[in-house]
């Protein structure tokens, strides 16, 4: 029998400061077209967000999802070989179920229905995706992948994102799955916000999709994040010649992935946060004195980019880490 995927309503969360600015005009969803690069906004999810539930995929899901991805999915298996073949600890198992695991994350890194912005729009909706079957099998196949310790970047606007209006000691739940930079020396097009987060669940997906514009890790969904803190860097007195090197953000917000089970009491920062906000501050600080590079690619920047929504954190017992 198939496990039925649980809906909860989305509803505002609480303890948001009021945006910056010109009042953070609400606005539709824009799509990146891929000639150009922007920084992609996101609304937040009307009616019903879909909880996925975090266990292996069935057979039957995985059958599904290969029929349905067709031609797609035989080029992303190609893929998935190929990191088999490389990395010998992605080969403890690998029967076809696997693989469909896998090619169902390197549909959601591509373009199309499999992609990000159409998974995750459709998850935030409660809707399960445009390709049936996928949706189990991505995040068995997230799961399945290494799991990343280190600070993770996404970007966003000030006037914008979620992110940004969450006073520290929110909690913000995501539907989706939100992918981040684990290359720190990245910096998009358009993006005035940096968002740096301490991962709990995230999975890098760099022994499994090889020689990207960036190395990523992906939240499974359902994943939640507490603010910690937000950063202004001092504008320089001195003035300085722009070389048209890409720079950092002035702005920072700085995010704790909270774990399985763990719910906070209130919103004052406990030793855990602390402890990894000074980490989070010395990753800041470093980003700001090296050397960033620019990446163009508008479906990378769309999956850095599309803020957080704003989801009410009860549905999270419907999922598993």
């Given at each position: 029998m198939r496990e039925e995927p649980v809906r909860r309503e989305a509803v505002p969360v609480?303890?948001?400061?009021?945006?910056?600015?010109?009042?953070?005009?609400?606005?539709?969803?824009?799509?990146?077209?891929?000639?150009?690069?922007?920084?992609?906004?996101?609304?937040?999810p009307v009616g019903?967000?879909?909880?996925?539930?975090?266990?292996?995929?069935?057979?039957?899901?995985?059958?599904?999802?290969?029929?349905?991805?067709?031609?797609?999915?035989?080029?992303a298996l190609a893929t998935v070989n190929a990191a088999m073949a490389t990395w010998p600890s992605m080969r403890v198992d690998d029967s076809l179920g696997v693989k469909a695991d896998y090619v169902a994350v390197c549909l959601f890194l591509g373009r199309g229905d499999g992609g990000a912005r159409s998974v995750n729009g459709a998850l935030r909706v409660g809707q399960a995706g445009g390709l049936d079957g996928q949706i189990p099998c991505l995040m068995s196949g997230i799961r399945r992948l290494p799991t990343h310790r280190r600070a993770v970047?996404?970007?966003?606007?000030?006037?914008?994102?979620?992110?940004?209006?969450?006073?520290?000691?929110?909690?913000?739940?995501?539907?989706?799955?939100?992918?981040?930079?684990?290359?720190?020396?990245?910096?998009?097009?358009?993006?005035?916000?940096?968002?740096?987060?301490?991962?709990?669940?995230?999975?890098?997906?760099?022994?499994?999709?090889?020689?990207r514009p960036i190395d990523e890790a992906v939240f499974v969904a359902g994943a939640r994040f507490?603010?910690?803190?937000?950063?202004?860097?001092?504008?320089?007195?001195?003035?300085?010649?722009?070389?048209?090197?890409?720079?950092a953000p002035r702005v920072a917000v700085l995010y704790r992935?909270?774990?399985p089970g763990e719910t906070p009491t209130t919103t004052e920062l406990d030793e855990r946060d602390?402890?990894?906000?000074?980490?989070?501050?010395?990753?800041?600080?470093r980003r700001h004195q090296g050397q960033l590079r620019l990446v163009e690619d508008p479906e990378v920047a769309a999956r850095l980019t599309t803020s957080m929504v704003a989801w009410q954190q009860e549905a999270v017992a419907a999922v598993a880490s």
């Open positions: 609480e303890n948001l400061r009021p945006p910056v600015g010109d009042g953070g005009r609400a606005s539709g969803e824009e799509v990146v077209p891929r000639e150009s690069v922007e920084v992609v906004r996101a609304p937040a019903k967000a879909l909880v996925v539930p975090g266990r292996n995929s069935t057979a039957s899901e995985q059958a599904r999802f290969t029929a349905a991805a067709g031609e797609y999915f035989s080029e970047l996404r970007q966003g606007k000030v006037n914008e994102s979620l992110e940004h209006r969450s006073a520290p000691g929110t909690v913000l739940t995501e539907p989706g799955f939100l992918a981040g930079s684990v290359d720190l020396d990245v910096t998009v097009p358009g993006a005035d916000l940096d968002v740096l987060i301490w991962p709990s669940s995230a999975r890098r997906t760099s022994e499994l999709m090889i020689g507490k603010a910690l803190a937000v950063r202004t860097a001092e504008e320089d007195d001195e003035e300085t010649e722009d070389d048209g090197s890409p720079q992935e909270l774990a602390l402890a990894v906000l000074a980490k989070l501050d010395s990753v800041l600080a």
